[in-house]
């Protein structure tokens, strides 16, 4: 369509795909877009819809890659529900002149309160507790003793949004000592907050009560816990996972947690997703396990919808997105 006749009232089209996003996020985009629902993410169904006058896209976990994408003439803006891009050849979209965002830090209260709760079922062994109450096992009480959270050491690997909001949680809410190892953060960042910086992960692996990671997944963090560096880890540690599958080798956290040289674990994250129920994680009992939904509360849901949607409608605008991903 001519530019003219854009600036005589023309309204923006934006492509949902079915599941879309939560219904805040989508009424927020109704009120200045107007709503083109495709039944579903498949590749020549988004295609066909894209060939079609679209001026911007919301996509959840559905794949655009550059065959997509090209499809898209008028196409302005991709919006991301989520943090990840990798779905998304964004390379191919910026060559296009089109806009990428995605969402940052939404739901970063969301994942730091469910590492919260995965320290706190760990530190008092409360799968086993509850299968062995259920099981008329009262005597499990004299048997077994669980472990304060005060005063041990929890060791953040990375610092990043969700990092930073765990750190604040367990220093105040437990006086717990927090060491963090993330050589992208300068140090009076850490130190400012009374938080111990190592400059190695070894260093912070062989001193910590707790460990949880808080990274992306890349080349650099690709199997960064594997059985050389489990190795450095005290006998006994309670490991959380709430970050990324591919970062940890999942055949060396589960010898470490058969032989109890790691002594709990709290994993919401896989290998591959949806994980299969054979995986041999599932059969430790001192492993508490989630479906990769620490992120997942309805609160997250709905901050991360109207941020997607209302940075589309930024770029729509002709102005700056807060979260964008390819400003080049």
Known sequence: ???????????????????????????????????????????????EYLSKEI?????????????????????????????GVNNVDVNFATKQG?????????????????????????SRDLKRADIAVRSGY????????????HGT????????NIGREICRIVKYAYDMRVVVFDPFVQNREIEDKGYERVS??????????????????????HHLINAESIAWMRQGVRFI?????????????????????VGMAGIDVYPEEPVSPNHRIFTLENVIATPHCAGDTYEARVRIALSVANDVLRVLRGEKPNAFVNPS
């Open 1 to 47: 369509m001519p530019e003219e006749s854009k600036r005589a009232g023309y309204k923006p089209r934006v492509l949902l795909i079915d599941p879309t996003i939560y219904p805040e996020g989508v009424s927020r985009l109704a009120e200045e877009a107007e709503i083109v629902m495709a039944p579903d993410g498949n590749a020549e169904t988004l295609k």
């Open 55 to 83: 001026d911007g896209i919301v996509v959840r976990l559905e794949s655009l890659p550059r065959e997509v994408i090209a499809e898209g003439k008028c196409l302005k803006v991709i919006g991301v529900n989520g943090a």
């Open 200 to 221: 190695t992960l070894k260093d912070g692996l062989s001193t910590a009560d707790y460990i949880s990671l808080h990274l992306p997944s890349n080349k650099e963090t």
């Open 138 to 149: 009262w005597k499990y009480r004299d048997d077994h003793s669980p472990h304060d959270v």
């Open 98 to 122: 089109i806009a990428v965002v995605n969402v940052v830090g939404a739901n970063a209260f969301s994942v730091a309160e469910h590492i919260n709760m995965y320290i706190l079922a760990l």
């Open 153 to 160: 050491t929890f060791f953040s690997v990375g610092y990043g």
């Open 241 to 261: 996972n709430c970050a990324r599958g591919p970062i940890v080798d999942y055949d060396a956290l589960c010898d470490a947690l058969a032989a109890g040289r």
